[in-house]
């Protein structure tokens, strides 16, 4: 079976009038730094859709520009051109329809499992029992009932990720954005982390947008797959992850669909790598185009 790839150009024509609930359309995105000669440019002419009900996985060299484009799609930044609509609607600033979920741990220190949970709903004059329902529901769901009164230095790196994916949760946010969450943990963690976060979003299938450099959790977690350039970024590449769910991890390692995949996203990743490099070296254009005729 080939792999479904669709090239960015295929985005740029669309109409946000067939949008449907939660998706997001980003469509000639550009975004410079610095003015004169110092201006560095991190993304330019970028396109692509998060679809409604999706978990969309964006993979690409790292410093690619990738968390540029969460805080344009979370409306901290604006682009210098280029629109990013959700529903059919501009994104012109934060909006609790939009949650980020970023790399670094953001629960405070000073409160305990849940009420880190509930910060959200408090700091909205929403603490009601409908909230406390729900936080309770949240913490059993993602198994830290036992450890709602502890503080988060009492909790392990996988135990504060699930605290804080129940933070975002109680928000109900229409899109969970999330900048490579798992990160910092260790692999047998790591691991753990995607088959529980898979679970989760197996269960209501909310639009997420989750951006990784992970090849590995790109393909197990993804419905789609966004391939970035190196920097300046644009979309390179989409490839439909037609894996089964739900999924294990065994079963994704020993399944040869998903290695095919693999093949195909190393390959596009080592191009863009490569070029980061190509540019002032001879050699490592040589190396570069031998490597994608060998892989061709």
Same mark, same amino acid.
């Given at each position: 079976m080939s792999t479904q790839v669709k090239e960015q150009s295929a985005f740029s024509g669309r109409d946000v009038r067939e949008q449907s609930a939660s998706e997001i359309v980003a469509t000639g995105i550009c975004k410079t730094y610095g003015a004169g000669p110092f201006a560095k440019d991190v993304v330019r002419d970028c396109s692509f859709t998060i679809e409604s009900n999706k978990l969309t996985v964006m993979i690409g060299p790292s410093g690619c520009g990738k968390s540029t484009l969460i805080q344009l799609i979370a409306g901290?930044? =604006?682009? !210098?051109?280029?629109?990013?609509?959700?529903?059919? $609607?501009?994104?012109?600033?934060?909006?609790?329809?939009? /949650?980020?979920?970023?790399?670094?741990?953001?629960?405070?220190?000073?409160?305990? =499992?849940? !009420?880190?949970?509930?910060?959200?709903?408090?700091? $909205?004059?929403?603490?009601?029992?409908?909230?406390?329902? /729900?936080?309770?529901?949240?913490?059993?769901?993602?198994?830290?009932?036992?450890?709602?009164?502890?503080?988060?230095?009492q909790l392990s790196g996988g135990m504060q990720r699930r605290a804080e994916l129940a933070r975002a949760m109680i928000n109900k946010p229409e899109v969970m954005i999330l900048d490579e969450p798992f990160r910092g943990l260790d692999n047998m963690s790591k691991e753990l982390m995607w088959e529980y976060y898979a679970g989760l979003y197996e269960e209501d299938r909310n639009t997420n947008f989750f951006v990784t450099t992970d090849i590995d959790e790109a393909i197990f977690l993804a419905d789609r797959l966004l391939i970035m350039t190196n920097l300046p970024t644009s979309t390179r590449a989409v490839i439909e992850i037609d894996i089964p769910r739900p999924r294990r991890i065994e079963d994704v390692v020993n399944s040869s669909r998903a290695n095919e995949i693999k093949k195909e996203v190393m390959t596009l990743l080592h191009e863009e790598a490569m070029k980061s490099f190509s540019g002032g070296s001879k050699a490592a254009a040589d190396f570069l185009d031998a490597y994608s005729k060998r892989a061709g």
């Amino acid at each position: 079976m080939s792999t479904q790839v669709k090239e960015q150009s295929a985005f740029s024509g669309r109409d946000v009038r067939e949008q449907s609930a939660s998706e997001i359309v980003a469509t000639g995105i550009c975004k410079t730094y610095g003015a004169g000669p110092f201006a560095k440019d991190v993304v330019r002419d970028c396109s692509f859709t998060i679809e409604s009900n999706k978990l969309t996985v964006m993979i690409g060299p790292s410093g690619c520009g990738k968390s540029t484009l969460i805080q344009l799609i979370a409306g901290f930044e =604006t682009p !210098d051109q280029g629109t990013i609509t959700m529903d059919g $609607r501009p994104i012109t600033g934060p909006g609790m329809d939009r /949650l980020v979920l970023f790399q670094e741990s953001a629960l405070f220190p000073w409160m305990t =499992t849940y !009420d880190n949970i509930m910060y959200g709903p408090r700091a $909205r004059g929403e603490d009601t029992k409908e909230s406390a329902e /729900l936080a309770e529901f949240l913490l059993n769901k993602v198994g830290l009932e036992a450890f709602r009164d502890k503080y988060p230095q009492q909790l392990s790196g996988g135990m504060q990720r699930r605290a804080e994916l129940a933070r975002a949760m109680i928000n109900k946010p229409e899109v969970m954005i999330l900048d490579e969450p798992f990160r910092g943990l260790d692999n047998m963690s790591k691991e753990l982390m995607w088959e529980y976060y898979a679970g989760l979003y197996e269960e209501d299938r909310n639009t997420n947008f989750f951006v990784t450099t992970d090849i590995d959790e790109a393909i197990f977690l993804a419905d789609r797959l966004l391939i970035m350039t190196n920097l300046p970024t644009s979309t390179r590449a989409v490839i439909e992850i037609d894996i089964p769910r739900p999924r294990r991890i065994e079963d994704v390692v020993n399944s040869s669909r998903a290695n095919e995949i693999k093949k195909e996203v190393m390959t596009l990743l080592h191009e863009e790598a490569m070029k980061s490099f190509s540019g002032g070296s001879k050699a490592a254009a040589d190396f570069l185009d031998a490597y994608s005729k060998r892989a061709g």
